[in-house]
């Protein structure tokens, strides 16, 4: 992981909202199943047609809290919606996402994923 992605998990962590989104079993049985690198490929879908577009469909609401481990790490990372985004990463409201804003959502949803993984393995 790298720094930034780093500093944002520690400052999320101290949330106490973002803090209580867990992985449970289906969704860790979900990722062995599918692989991490299928996971990645659909939160980039995800983030692509759900929050990239200047004026997203349904802004706030767009992402549901379980069915996939990306929403849920969506919700813990805050790039569930563009309020969130704006809130929490400066990522302002009313334009679309740049190649970048998307690498770095994608990256720190699988970072965090990856981290929810690695807790899971040491219980």
């Not at 706030?60 to 813990?76: D, N």
């Not at 563009?82 to 334009?95: P, S």
Request: aromatic fraction near 8%; charge should be positive; include cysteine.
């Amino acid at each position: 992981m790298n720094g930034r992605i780093n500093q944002v998990l520690e400052s999320l962590g101290k949330s106490s909202f973002r803090s209580r989104f867990k992985l449970d079993e289906k969704d860790l049985l979900y990722i062995r199943e599918k692989g991490i690198d299928i996971v990645r490929r659909h939160a980039v879908d995800f983030v692509h047609s759900r929050i990239a577009g200047r004026f997203p469909e349904n802004d706030g609401k767009q992402t549901p809290m379980r069915g996939h481990p990306a929403f849920k790490a969506q919700h813990a990372t805050a790039t569930c919606c563009r309020g969130c985004l704006q809130k929490w990463h400066g990522i302002r409201k009313g334009k679309a996402l740049t190649g970048g804003e998307i690498d770095f959502i994608v990256d720190l949803i699988m970072a965090w994923i990856e981290m929810q993984v690695k807790a899971a393995e040491k219980d």
